[in-house]
Structures are given as C-alpha cells and as structure tokens.
C-alpha cells in the first residue's frame, strides 16, 4: 500500500515560514490534498489539488509538489496557526484514501 | 450548504459491534462519496472506506476489511459504519467526510467518540 511520510514536528517564531514535507513515492503525479486539525476539531482543508486554497483559506497557506515531495507552506506565521496538519493522496491502483501521518506545527 | 451530523457517543465491550450514522443535508446524497476516518487518541486519521450511496458498493481499506461495513440509506440520506469485534485499540473518533476519493475531503461531521472498555 502507498505511504506518506512527514515530520512529526515543525517549530516555528511567529512572522515566520512553515515548510511542511510530505513525501511519498512518485507524488508529483499525484493530486495532494493538505488538511489543519485544531484540538477537538475536525480536519479543515487549506490546501486541494496540491496549490489551490480553499475561500476563507489565507493566501499565507500556499502548496507545491515536485518528484517524491510535496509541501505546505505557511508565511507570516501567526499563533491560530499551531495545529496538526496532514496530507492526503488519493492512490488509484487500490483505490484508497491514504492520508500522512500528521505534522505538529507549534508556534514558538 | 453540505452539513453532516453524526450519531451521538457511544460504550461498547470488547468482542461487540458499533453503528455509528451520519446524516447529510444539501447537495446531492446519492451521487457524492462518503468515506469513514478513524482518529485515535493523539494519532493521526486513518481513513476506513467509503462509499457513493448510489452505486451501494463500498471500498473499504486493507487494515479494516472483514471488521467494517459502510451502508447508504437514500430514503434518510443518511449513511451508516459498522465496525465489529472491537477491541481497546479500536477506541477513537470517528468522522464521516464528504468528497469523491480523488477529491479533497471538503465537509466532515462533528465526530463520533467510540470508548471500548470491559
């Protein structure tokens, strides 16, 4: 089955970048889905089709995927930031929803 | 606006079975995928198999595959996850979201909280 990796942890200073990775083989040709999930909250997307931002998304959120990586990137961090975040692939051979398993941006 | 509102907390023994239920509103019920996640305390989603209400046949991932059932009620838009033969691992959260399988999980219920305890 297909797997998604990602840091379990990125620390941050407010005002500055989040980069969040999510590797898995060949995702570049893959659609990425990227989720933020706020404690006893459900996940909320911020990232779909691997760069386009949902309305209501700030444009501080943004996404990018290139061979084996994709990332989440989160400029002028700000402290509502701090939260679990995940991507998520689609994996057409088995035809199931694989998600990574999660990232914890604490903003210092 | 596509709204799910899931069934309520629920205590179960080991070796018992759980049907939790998520009702949808707005949109169109029949035709968009319906999946299942399970969230365990402080772990990551792990999602457990969908299903599109009009096609009826529900996929169902590897790890849960003779435990889980997904069943549609078109009458009730309202789509139903079983899992059986619980055990203490199995107490988590469980959401139902809304979103063909390619597509982003854009609407997700309230989550149901699962406690498997003797």
């Known amino acids: 089955s297909y797997v998604l990796t990602q840091p379990p942890s990125v620390s941050v200073a407010p005002g500055k970048t989040a980069s969040i990775t999510c590797g898995g083989n060949?995702?570049?040709?893959?659609?990425v889905h990227w989720y933020q999930q706020k404690p006893g909250q459900a996940p909320v997307v911020v990232i779909y089709?691997?760069?386009d931002r949902p309305s209501g998304i700030p444009e501080r959120f943004s996404g990018s995927t290139s061979g084996n990586t994709a990332t989440l990137t989160i400029s002028r961090v700000e402290a509502g930031d701090e939260a679990d975040y995940y991507c998520?692939?689609?994996?057409?051979?088995?035809?199931?929803?694989?998600f990574g398993p999660g990232t914890k941006v604490t903003v210092l | 606006q596509v709204q799910l509102v899931q069934s309520g907390a629920e205590v179960k023994k080991p070796g018992s079975s759980v049907k939790v239920s998520c009702k949808a509103s707005?949109?169109?019920?029949?035709?968009?995928?319906i999946s299942w996640v399970r969230q365990a305390p402080g772990q990551g989603l792990e999602w457990m198999g969908w299903?599109?209400?009009?096609?009826?046949?529900?996929k169902f991932a590897q790890k849960f595959q003779g435990r889980v059932n997904i069943i549609a009620d078109d009458s009730t838009s309202t789509v139903y996850m079983e899992l059986n033969s619980l055990r203490s691992e199995d107490t988590a959260v469980f959401y139902c979201?809304?979103?063909?399988?390619?597509?982003?999980?854009?609407?997700w219920g309230q989550g149901t909280l699962v406690t498997v305890s003797p």
């Open positions: 979201a809304r979103g063909a399988p390619g597509d982003p999980q854009r609407f």
């Open positions: 707005g949109g169109i019920f029949s035709s968009t995928a």
């Open positions: 299903i599109i209400p009009m096609l009826g046949s529900p």
């Open positions: 060949n995702i570049g040709t893959k659609s």
């Open positions: 089709y691997d760069r």
């Open positions: 998520q692939v689609w994996e057409s051979s088995s035809d199931e929803v694989v």
